[in-house]
């Protein structure tokens, strides 16, 4: 298998299962077909169908794989377990349905952390006990989706949670046995939480799974930091840029990736507010003719 690209519903907007702006689950899929792609993510659960038969038959009518799928839930609130269980377990069964096997762990934006978004030397650190809690309750998700799903389940850092900074993600790593826990790198969360994504990926290369592409207008980002811009009105002004257009130097990002052997997929996902960008299918063919040109296929 070599190095396939992918993109996610994300790259149209879509954070939530419910948000009312959202464009449909099969326009999404056809813009993502049409942009050029062979891969997608869930979303979501609940944005794509969860009965296994209609989307079954959307993804082949689209031309489309499930790559997998992302649990963006409150790890970081012991009184949102239901919830977290409940994002785990539907999307563990999507995946399963389909032949996915990318389970993605997501700490969701607390309201003590996404105002310090990018500013680790303020941002609120958990103590001892909270952050053993905290940090159970990932490895119980993680087993759950390997020992009763068969998936991999990958962790990934995120401005605005928990696991974000990286003596965070370092933590959390050095915690947890990597035959557990994988690593989901997305490069455009290294940079807002200001680290080097390609000196990261050169030390975790081997425990990570599955990437994330993503990329930071280094203006917007710094405005975004200076004022505690709140993540998604972050994504509103373009804080995520087109591949091409932002710090993230993909050609290298290629390099490390083929001289470490890396195979398998890797996923755009260019957040964004759907009422505020203008043409998301235009970002993703962008994003899908650029990679090619630097040597992706």
Known sequence: MSIQIGNAPCSWGVEFANDPRNPSWRDVLKDCSEAGYKGIELGPVGFMPEDKVELA??????????????????FHDL????????????????LMAHGAKHLVLIDSISPRRERTAGRADEAEIME????VLFRDRIV???????????????????AGGFIDFEKEVEKILAEVDTKILK??????HCTYAGFDPIKFMKKHMDRITYV??????????????ANRTGFYDACGKGIFCNLSEGEVDF????????????EGWCT??????????????????????????????
């Not at 690593?183 to 455009?188: A, Y």
């Not at 009422?275 to 040109?293: I, Q």
């Open 268 to 297: 755009i996902e260019q957040d964004c507010d759907p009422m505020l960008n203008p043409d998301p299918f235009g970002d993703a063919r962008k994003n899908r003719e650029y990679l090619e040109s630097i040597g992706f296929k």
């Open 128 to 131: 001892h006990d909270e952050w």
């Open 79 to 94: 009184n949102s377990w239901d919830d977290v269980m409940d994002g785990a377990v539907r999307t563990c069964k999507a």
């Open 183 to 188: 690593l989901c790198i997305d490069t455009g």
């Open 251 to 262: 050609i290298e990002i290629r390099k490390l990736l083929l001289d470490s052997k890396y």
């Open 212 to 225: 994330h592409f993503k990329s930071t207008n280094s203006e917007i980002k710094n405005e975004a930091i």
């Open 140 to 158: 119980t998700i993680a087993k759950l989706a390997a020992e009763e799903f068969g998936l991999i389940p990958e962790l990934h850092p995120h």
């Open 57 to 74: 038959e959307a993804l082949n009518q689209f031309g489309l794989e499930l790559i997998g799928g992302v649990v963006f839930r409150p």
